[in-house]
């Protein structure tokens, strides 16, 4: 990048079905940790990743209600949406204030507050980040879209239930060493395969789980960071956005995400770093098979051979290529607008080698992958420990 | 869903009406302003064709509150004669007995009713050929 | 500011209640009206503001859908949401992306399709710009929370009723001068105390309509600029952004705008102007009393004496300080999220002296003031003919 | 109204629950977790008084669904003796008569039901005194 930013603080709420905390509430209580493990006196402007709190909480201007919140009164503050990918977006949006000259000191935060609508609601507020008119009114859900996505990678590829399986037990392995996450369980190929089917071939245990949480990190130029040095020092060394069809139908490869590529590509380039430089991943697992197909589009697989990824083991945390150490948003939680945020907290987290039991040996280089909606649009990072 | 949008979507979802680039020939569905392929912005109205293949699918076992009484209902995505995929339920067929490449015939069809305005929303369903 | 970027391209699509147009449909319209004017063959990125899509559409994930209608494939596209302030916010992330050199040419837009819900689904979109829980919970409208500012500066200020409708009277006479107003029908006083009360004092005629509608600039560096020169060179010498406490009863001053008092003096500031070097403005005029404290507010009248600014006709556009010479959000319409782009459209027609009837004598520095809420968030831009 | 958010709001709504910072003295309404004024993020638990006194006001015509039974209705926001304000409807009185100063009493009333789920929903009112 042009200029060096880093990450000097990290913060997450609690993540679950919080039905005795408003979305301000979990909000604030992320960005108060994260000011807090940083050691600033102060923030000079923030963005905030919301995907729908219009369809959760009737709840729009968030930007506006989050920095009264917070306390910090008349300082800029901005939300950004990109669906599922809203908190990435606020952390790209974080580096440019900085890297513009405008801001020194800046909060990136996200959060989804879900559990104020019933299933139903959730279902059609998700539903908003796929496209209302060609996709939604046909009768398609987000499961939906993705089941077609993973019919097609087996009909291909010949990938089968089982390693999908496998995604969700490796995550949930990982899960249940986060005392974060919402769903810490262990659980094994059978517990999937025989749970209920949501969209064939995708089982609930294939999808991610409905959660309330926020997330939030302090950002500032590295010159600003070496006044500070109340943590190792982590750089984010590149940055990567892109977008395509919006309708999963539009896509001349069905398997294939190419804003996922795309970003990865722009994220790599900037950092100066090949993708076998990275240490661990943090990506959008919100069904097992978007993991796959993440892998395969980030060019850790080769197209069509990351069904294997997760049963051979070569991404647990022990393994060559971690991925998702943090149980990932199918055990860890998935408040859509906070997942963005919360696998920068993860990576920081292992960079920083505070993970415990689940750490990664020698982590040095990390990456977070969020998607929105079926893969319309894509933020990666790259954070490297100095 | 509103009376005004469901109106100016009647061209797209009653009679699959497409725009063809004058430009580089693409096939643009619902019509756009723009090629996406090369920028030109002059299209073609035409009607596609009812007919085509079927790429990939799943079965809806858990629907939203619209289409709930519909439940397990197949969906899937078609590719038409003209090289234009559209996303629709697959409708009169065994949902078991799917497979892609299925050859499918495009019908028109109520699609779900809406319980507060009372109004019944048509528009485009598959069924295997 | 640090670096100049300039504004050289301006596109609106009809405004209006466009029911056979949809959303992606009028977003692309203005957009490629932008395009087209500023001559350029590619955009690097796009932002969009629009404050509630997923309320108005049931439609999320703006950014990735309006790429693809646009036809811009897989380019970084952001969507930015600061309520009826959506569309500065746009105006500001777009600069700041270029300012931090991520970007050469980005597309600023903005866009809000209110006619697909009936009359009271508008109203309870628009009420999520307000606080749900402490204002919306109890009854309040939006009219109502400006009526409850009217109702204060009267009491405090003596202003009058007449003062107020005089603020319509003057925005539709602007609007009858401009082709793309949605209502350029001449109005008088009596008309706007004849007109059915709203929520005491505010007369509907006092209201800015809902309207469906969109807008789009393009922008780049001022050295970008100079090559293309289809146009007289526009730049943008200041910026400023800041937030107040969401709800209006939170504030000390009722009928102060503190928001837009600091984004007006970061801007000035960051211009190296003053207030009186400004030649003309457009202002969030969503209802009459908005226009008269928001001229206190940026300093163009002392506090309390305001009220008198229509009825003198100062801020008439023949007059020494013109305000909303596009007929303001009273007549040329609001969609919300379109509006703050719209006001960057005028001062550029103005600053090009292609504003016909209602074109502005000499003008070289244009300010516009876009607006959140009850005044929870504020965006300003200075415009300069170089 | 999803009932988890009624009821995490029924000690604000009902009790007039606030929070006193222990550092610099300033309410809060709604409690929060960090005070505006001095950055302290330690609070007292305490109920407001029920008196107060009228700043500003409107009478709503044009009321959203939810509300169109009750209009017009008088709304305003009122200054309790602490110093806090909130806004609430202005109920029991003359809309015709109000003026800003009039001294208002607190009250626990019913604030709307809601269609679609039956639940009804209450919370605080001013009354002239
Ligand atoms: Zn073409
Ligand atoms: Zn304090």
């Known amino acids: 990048m042009q200029q060096d930013i880093a990450v000097i603080g990290i913060g997450l709420s609690r993540w679950g079905e919080l039905w005795e905390q408003s979305l301000r509430d979990i909000f604030v209580e992320s960005a108060l940790h994260a000011i807090k493990d940083s050691g600033v006196d102060h923030i000079d402007s923030m963005y905030v990743g919301s995907m729908s709190p219009g369809l959760f909480n009737n709840q729009e201007h968030l930007a506006a209600l989050l920095a009264d919140y917070l306390g910090v009164g008349s300082i800029p503050s901005t939300r950004v949406e990109s669906a599922c990918a809203s908190g990435g977006l606020a952390m790209k949006m974080a580096c440019l204030d900085i890297m513009s000259g405008t801001s020194e000191i800046v909060l990136a935060g996200g959060v989804e507050k879900m559990t104020d609508v019933d299933t139903d609601g959730a279902t059609l507020a998700l539903a908003s980040a796929a496209d209302y008119a060609y996709e939604v009114y046909q009768g398609v859900t987000f499961p939906g879209l993705y089941a077609m996505i993973a019919r097609m990678h087996m009909d291909k590829y010949g990938t089968t239930e089982q390693q999908l399986a496998e995604v969700a037990v490796k995550n949930h392995l990982h899960g249940s060493m986060n005392s974060m ?140 290529m971690p991925v998702n150490t943090s149980g990932g948003l199918k055990a860890k939680g998935h408040p859509v607008g906070a997942t963005g945020i919360a696998q920068i907290v993860e990576i920081v987290t292992q960079l920083r080698e505070q993970a415990g039991e689940r750490q990664v040996k020698n982590a040095r280089v990390g990456l977070t992958q969020n998607m929105g909606g079926s893969g319309g649009s894509c933020l990666v990072h790259i954070l490297e420990a100095v | 869903m509103a009376i005004p949008e469901y109106w100016r979507e009647i061209k797209h979802r009653y009679k699959l009406e497409a725009g063809k680039c004058k430009s580089c020939g693409y096939i643009v569905f619902p019509m756009r302003l723009i090629c996406p392929k090369c920028q ?86 598959c069924v295997p050929m």
Chains 1, 3 share one sequence.
């Open chain 1, 181 to 320: 996450a919402q769903f810490p369980q262990k659980i094994n190929v059978d517990a999937v395969l025989n749970s209920v089917v949501i969209a064939d071939p995708l089982h609930i245990l294939d999808c991610s789980p409905i959660t309330d949480g926020a997330a939030a990190v302090i950002l500032c130029s590295a010159e600003k960071a070496r006044q500070l040095k109340l943590h190792p020092q982590i750089r984010i060394s590149g940055l990567g956005h892109a977008t395509d069809t919006m309708a999963l139908h539009s896509r001349e490869d069905i398997t294939a995400l190419s804003a996922v590529e795309k970003a990865g590509i722009t994220a790599l380039k900037m950092s100066g770093k090949k993708i076998d430089d990275i240490d661990l991943f943090e990506v959008h697992d919100c069904f097992t098979i978007a993991e796959i197909c993440i892998l395969e589009a980030l060019g850790l697989f080769p197209k069509g051979k990351g069904g294997n990824a997760a049963a051979s083991g070569k991404t647990r945390f022990d393994g060559p």
């Open chain 2, 40 to 125: 030109n912005q002059d299209f073609d109205s035409i009607n596609l064709s009812r007919e085509g293949t079927l790429i990939t699918y799943s079965v809806i076992r858990v629907a939203s509150s619209r289409f709930v009484n519909q439940a397990p209902f197949a969906v899937g995505i078609v590719e038409l004669k003209e090289g234009v995929r559209i996303l629709s339920q697959i409708t009169d067929c065994n949902i078991n007995e799917l497979k892609s490449g299925m050859k499918m015939q495009v019908e028109f069809r109520r699609i779900f009713d809406d319980g507060s305005s009372g109004v019944i929303n048509y528009g485009y369903k």
